[in-house]
């Protein structure tokens, strides 16, 4: 195996990896305060399309992790960027929150259930049976289906909540159309961060607790991984998987001095 070049960027993951159920991860506050102090391009990353990044900013600040809201990357942001390459001033009918039409509203899109370009589904805690229904009418009739990531479920303290991947199947089911997911682990998310803080590939690495999405899209860009075992993913998954993260490590708090 090529040795890889010295890591000069860094991508981490937000849930399982800086905070577990709304609790920062032991050494997480380090790492953020490492990262800020050594002037190396960063960024959080979140397959959650709810929050916008400033939201989030003011989220992970109450629980002590300063992060700018620059070096936020959510896949509502990563979504609007792939529709503003494919289609700049488009039209799209959104299932979402706040997050996600934000960002299509900065990159001038007009959100409309007439004849739209696109149905674009997020991430809410609120799905509707009209709006869903709408959407299968507006694909029907010829509109392009996005979603903003494939998980299957979300965290809640009362337990997993249906999330986007859950309702594209239904929608899928129901219209015949499979969507385009621009979240994790499709590798233009990272790509897309990457080019957002002037980082290359080969000298950044991506730390997830997960398998499928995190260290998958890491690998697929071309970063080093970095496997912790504060979130999802135990020890005893990583073989169920027929491709390695680069490293495995206990928790963030390992990483600090790599900084």
């Known amino acids: 195996m090529a040795e890889r070049k010295p890591i000069e960027s860094w991508l981490t993951d937000m849930d399982g990896v800086l905070m577990h159920e709304g609790v920062p991860v032991p050494g997480a506050d380090a790492f953020i305060k490492r990262l800020r102090e050594s002037g190396k391009p960063f960024l959080v990353l979140t397959n959650n399309s709810i929050y916008t990044p400033r939201d989030l900013q003011a989220r992970l600040a109450r629980i002590g992790l300063e992060v700018p809201y620059e070096s936020i990357w959510t896949s509502a942001l990563a979504t609007a960027k792939f529709m503003d390459s494919q289609r700049p001033n488009g039209t799209a009918y959104v299932i979402g929150e706040a997050g996600l039409t ?74 015949g159309r499979a969507p385009y997911f621009v979240g994790k682990p499709n590798p233009l998310m990272m790509r897309h961060g990457l080019n957002a803080i002037g980082a290359h590939s080969e000298t950044s690495a991506m730390i997830g607790d997960r398998m499928d999405t995190d260290v998958l899209a890491g690998l697929e860009a071309g970063m080093e991984t970095f496997l912790v075992l504060t979130g999802l993913t135990g020890p005893g998954d990583i073989d169920k998987h027929p491709f390695k993260p680069s490293h495995v490590v206990d928790s963030i708090a390992d990483l600090v001095q790599l900084v």
Request: proline share 7%.
């Open 102 to 175: 934000t960002a299509l509203h900065d990159i001038g899109y007009i959100l409309t259930d007439h004849s739209p370009d696109y149905v674009v589904l997020g991430e809410t805690r609120t799905y509707s049976f009209e709006a869903i229904t709408k959407a299968i009418r507006l694909i029907n009739n010829g509109a392009a289906f996005i979603a903003t990531n494939p998980d299957e479920t979300g965290p809640s303290n009362e337990g997993p909540l249906p999330a986007t991947g859950s309702v594209a199947a239904l929608i899928t089911k129901a219209t």
